[in-house]
């Protein structure tokens, strides 16, 4: 158990729709880290937060959007869904900052299926 | 941004002989070099890292070598078992952005 914690675990709607993922990082930790997980694209970088603050991005498409809130948990809201969009959803966690600082601790995933 | 490659896509090996797995990157900036496990069902899991003052690290059957002038690292895994088997990822950064992932190599220990 990596202490990430990640709701829901699965995830079925439609195209067009607006979902919201969930993560509650490791107790202490203060950055967070998305990132999308398709067959043929491996792990993807989406949106790092430090403290509630954005602090890097990566491949997050305009529809995508996130936020850290004061508590550190994070949500990570996808929007006019695609089929594309059809991936798993990893959420981790850290203690410091920069990418380049330590382990990171995934959580389990949420499992998207756009239908 | 930095890109990351990583080769073989899949890697089949008898249990008890070893398995290499290399990967590349671009940014001449990037300074640490992870190695992440994912288990079927589960998130990854770092295995082993590296920082680019270092050429080799070792830590019981796994060790990660770095060559910074060609950009390349690699894991190496000895005396397999079957437990090994997985998704290994190898990733970069240099600190401004979250770590780059190569595409993984879904290694098979063959009993």
């Known amino acids: 158990d990596s202490g990430v914690t990640q709701t829901p675990k699965h995830l079925i709607t439609a195209t067009g729709q607006r979902v919201t993922l969930r993560c509650s990082p490791r107790?202490?930790?203060?950055?967070v880290y998305w990132y999308q997980q398709s067959l043929d694209q491996g792990l993807q970088f989406l949106i790092q937060?430090?403290?509630?603050?954005?602090?890097a991005k990566g491949n997050i498409l305009e529809r995508f959007s996130a936020q850290q809130f004061p508590d550190l948990h994070s949500e990570l809201n996808l929007s006019s869904l695609e089929l594309g969009d059809s991936a798993l959803y990893f959420c981790?966690?850290?203690?410091?900052?920069?990418?380049?600082?330590?382990?990171?601790?995934f959580g389990e995933g949420s499992r998207l299926t756009v239908l | 941004g930095e890109n990351v490659e990583q080769h073989p896509s899949t890697l089949s090996v008898q249990e008890g002989d070893s398995a290499v797995i290399k990967c590349t990157y671009s940014?001449?900036?990037?300074?640490?070099f992870p190695w992440y496990k994912q288990e079927l069902g589960k998130g990854p899991q770092l295995i082993i890292d590296?920082?680019?003052?270092?050429g080799e690290k070792k830590d019981q059957r796994i060790a990660v070598t770095l060559n910074k002038t060609a950009k390349h690292f690699s894991l190496h895994i000895t005396e397999t078992q079957p437990e090994d088997s997985a998704v290994y990822f190898c990733?970069?950064?240099?600190?401004?952005?979250?770590?780059?992932f190569g595409k993984g190599t879904h290694l098979i220990i063959q009993p």
């Open positions: 981790a966690s850290s203690v410091a900052a920069g990418g380049n600082t330590g382990e990171l601790f």
């Open positions: 107790s202490g930790d203060l950055s």
């Open positions: 937060y430090y403290n509630g603050e954005e602090r």
């Open positions: 940014d001449s900036a990037s300074n640490y």
């Open positions: 590296i920082r680019s003052n270092v």
């Open positions: 990733a970069a950064s240099e600190g401004a952005d979250g770590l780059t």
